[in-house]
């Protein structure tokens, strides 16, 4: 291979830089020219390619959000689209691509190699962990330091004024945020799709915090792709509890960016670095992920089609810690 390109895609995710980094220090050191795709697959359909060296990746690693910027592509959904972007690739000389990002972006990759052959490696980049083949994506370990230094604020308001908080957290359809939150943050309660306990039961820890004089009580609440369901939920409990005066705080966007954690920065620096070497093996539509500490490449066919099983071990420390 004498060119590969790297682009990111989806939503940004705190270490998309460092493996970015990663990719094109690789890229260098084996003697491949690193080429840069600017704006996800739209780039790629617009042909926004640049040349890249081991200084246009200088003092990034710490950087939050992504250099080569990122979006959501209706276009590449297209037969057209699809094309026009393999016709851009040919054009530059382009021997393999690494693609950074979630599922929707994985899937993309994952049908441009079926029909076009072009060799392609995935890095997961999300920070809600929701990909099968790797313990932890890309942004979730920052993610979740984010949202636990938040839910510390909120305690101390809390506890200040008798109150019950409903902290919804991102996650799109998993609880992965919500569960390593809720236990980090010591919460009383959290509502996961993976293991929804209902109302009833919500309420009844609720009574057994009124019981042991708890002064507040937070209930870490997954998105799980629906808008304003945690207020629907606050509402309902306040119709049928009403000891504690319940307020409702969304994080939002707050968990997204910021500066990577050291954990995410090593992450990167190890699957930028494993996805070159990877197409350099002459291995392809496959994502590199790390599993029980070490780094191994699974099939995208299999990524993009099997559910991300949460830790049930979790589970169980989460309900005996919120006594």
Do not use: W
């Amino acid at each position: 291979m004498k060119k590969i390109a790297v682009f990111t895609s989806g939503g940004d995710a705190p270490g998309m830089n460092a493996a970015i980094r990663a990719v094109v220090r690789a890229c260098v050191y084996y003697g491949v020219t690193p080429v840069g795709i600017f704006q996800g697959y739209d780039g790629m359909i617009r042909g926004e390619f640049q040349e890249m060296n081991s200084r246009s990746v200088s003092n990034i690693i710490q950087q939050g959000g992504t250099i080569l910027k990122s979006a959501r592509s209706e276009a590449f959904r297209t037969e057209a689209g699809r094309e026009m972007a393999f016709n851009n690739l040919y054009r530059h000389g382009i021997d393999g691509l690494v693609a950074i990002g979630g599922n929707g972006t994985l899937t993309g990759a994952h049908e441009f190699h079926k029909k076009y052959k072009i060799p392609v490696v995935g890095i997961p980049a999300t920070i809600d962990n929701d990909l099968d083949g790797t313990d932890f994506t890309l942004g979730y370990d920052t993610a979740t330091n984010a949202v636990v230094s938040a839910i510390d604020v909120i305690r101390d308001t809390a506890s200040s004024h008798n109150r019950l908080f409903f902290i919804e957290v991102m996650g799109r359809y998993s609880g992965f945020i919500a569960l390593r939150s809720a236990i980090a943050a010591g919460a009383e309660a959290m509502l996961i799709p993976e293991d929804d306990i209902g109302l009833d039961k919500l309420i009844a820890v609720l009574e057994r915090g009124m019981q042991n004089n708890k002064s507040s009580i937070l209930v870490i609440v997954a998105e799980a792709g629906k808008s304003g369901r945690t207020f629907q939920i606050a509402e309902e409990v306040n119709r049928r509890f009403s000891y504690y005066e319940a307020k409702v705080t969304i994080l939002g966007h707050l968990q997204r960016g910021g500066s990577p954690t050291c954990f995410d920065r090593v992450l990167a620096s190890r699957l930028g670095v494993a996805a070159i070497e990877t197409l350099l093996a002459g291995k392809t539509d496959v994502m590199v992920g790390r599993t029980a500490r070490k780094v191994k490449a699974t099939p995208l066919s299999k990524i993009i089609k099997q559910e991300k099983e949460i830790d049930k071990e979790l589970l169980r420390v989460a309900e005996i810690l919120a006594i």
